[in-house]
């Protein structure tokens, strides 16, 4: 079957640095998708990764590697606002995409 | 602005009722998709829409049906609603295009069946 991974839940500190990871296995794969999800609402698209490496965007990392079915969001110099849930999501050989149950970040003063 | 609005943000029903959740996207795009979000579960897809008075199902379409009659408009109905269809209902919208293809979500429906 078809499985995305990420922890359920991560704790840093305002100013810190933190790293989300998401593992997937799926049937064929034509990118992954990271989203933010503010509680109460809609997710929004932070991410996408096709090719190997690291995507740069501001404070938001996102980094890929297909051969090992792994995939992570790097946030750095947080702010209590990067308080969220981040989904990740795999479109597989259909064009499907497969969500992970995503990771609730709770970020300390 | 460019959104997605769906009609109710809070809904209590009966079981047995019928539920119609609308959505409304004002970007043009050919796609349209469904989904519920419950705690602890990835999105799971209801329908999906391509085109104007097409359908597809989802990994969960059971106890659903959708109807798209305008390109910017999809609707969610539950013919019977059961509680176990008490949930987060999210609709999003997507362009077609080659790559990326990017959702962009409503604020949701949240559906309580009592």
Redesign the interface.
Known sequence: GQN?DQP?EMTATEGAIVQINCTYQTSGFN?L?W?QQHA??????LS?N?LDGLEEKGRFSSFLSRSKGYSYLLLKELQMKDSASY?C?V?DSN????????TKLIIKP | DVKVTQSSRYLVKRTGEKVFLECVQDMDHENMFWYRQDPGLGLRLIYFSYDVKMKEKGDIPEGYSVSREKKERFSLILESASTNQTSMYLCASSPTVAGANVLTFGAGSRLTVL
């Open positions: 995305i359920t990118g998708f989203y109460g609402e809609a997710p929004t698209f996408y096709v989904l999501a479109m064009y499907q995409l497969i969500w992970g149950a995503g």
